[in-house]
């Protein structure tokens, strides 16, 4: 009896195993665990991560005064108690108004992961995303003026970016939003998944194991690979036969095509599709293997999968809820309109 | 040299105390250095504050699909980032509707000292304000049973309110009110004129002493007293002359009144009054003397008011920022309209 539990043991064993090798040759890889390794791929080599720049760049992603109508921070529709996002079909912004293109909000955990930043991937990096919303008339809605003035007039700001960068900084709008950008770099979500990559093969239940397996060979793992599971290329067609086409008029990039996302969290970041008409994850899968792997995901197979995804689901940071500095009488007001 | 300074000390000392004894007189009480004592004040009788429910009303305060959008939290409008408020002159709810009244958030800091709550102060508790904003059409614009059901469909929610109050416990709309409210109410921040008052006769500078005997001298003192240096009457008129009152309906009290607002981190919640229609606190307290106590108070007093009122920027409580459960299939999904 004990011969045969050792026996089945070891199977199990080589089993997890294989499984592992199978996923990296599918193009998964893991959160490394070691925090070196991590900080060199999430680091940005032209504006090293410090606390100082942390601190700062959680103040100003929390800060609604960045917005026109000082009521829209870039947590309104990142929402960092949320799955990243704001959990709606289109995003809202200034004056109540929905995306233009009826694009869902991508979530920003694991974003430093992506090649591409927007659903369009036009963008390549954080530094540069973060400049888009704050300026987009039904985002944030702000001008780059009113930024530089809002975050100038207020001494502990100055004083705060002084310490992060030296005393002879220039707050303009492209250090304020390299600042957030830097705060987003730390928003990763290791998960038992990447346990499992790492190396602990009890850290995924059997059920997720089949799951990944059933990932593997259906054939998601061809675009959604990499760290995040997605992010680093556009392959969903969106003129391409496909029942939610027809909701807004987004093109995609030049080859009409749409960045694959991240599925890491992607139990919290429903609705789904950049145009966030897929409330069911299940139907989401059975619904992308069919437009986009010509596959018939059996219901069965969707639900092994949707077991798999949910081992993505990672730690997120402890943040403390910041506290801002106060307004002054030189600090812009808030507009409406 | 050694005695005249002593001299001087003994009479400096004096002078505080006899400060302190002033403000007492005139009505102004600390918050409580004890935490016992401070607990007793705070806590609500009949339903105990305990870690658990804080934890639970801390993401209740801060979760979005609370309201029919899934996008405004009790945190939108009394922002804890901020001074607990929106720093806009009229709150703006679903659908980017201002408040019909023109009504100004007034902060959350603070506001378990209130003997009120509401700008016409109909309601006794922060546990019967908590239903108002949830339910108001132009804020979070939701119904009871969409509370209701949002938060019975996430099985962490209802584990947690079991945890928080036994396994019997019936998740209604009240509980989650009530629950909010408790987190409401541990939000108080002590602040350097505290320990002034609690004994520490250098917690003040000497401008700050100078503009807090200025505050008794003019009256002000006389609306704006209690822990909260206010909230605890209505006094202003709404209907008297006043350069201000033509903006919004607001009928205030049966009485045509409006409740004094706190000062504690009044530096932090322009725009002022209820109507948000002055950012300036120094114009602020100008226009209180002349409208409320007929007094002509000058720039050289206002300026030394204004010194004290600084004194009255507290430590707010170190919050982690709450990791929300996930929706699930059965959680209302979000309306715009």
Redesign the interface.
Known sequence: MKIALSLLLATTGLMAASLQEQAKEAGLKPIPAGKTELMQLIDNTENKITDAKIELGK?LY????LSK???ISCN?CH?????GD????AA?GH??T?NPHHLNSPTVYNAVFFNAQFWDGRDPDLEKQAQGPIQAHPEMAATKEHVEKTVNSMPQYVAEFQSAYGDDVKINFEKVTDTIALFERILVTPSAYDDFLNGNKDALTQAQKNGLKTFIDVGCASCHNGIALGGNMNVFNVTATYKHQNVGDFKGDTNAMVKVPTLRNI??T?PYYHNGQI??LKEAIIEMGRVQLGADISDKQAASIEEFLKAL?GE?P???????P??T?ATP??D?H
Do not use: Y
């Open positions: 103040k929390f800060d609604p005064r109508s000082n009521l309104t929402n960092l108690s949320e799955g704001d959990g709606v079909s809202i004056k109540w929905a139990t919290q429903a409330w069911s689901d997120k402890l943040l403390t809820l910041p506290i801002l106060a307004s009488s007001k808030p409406m």
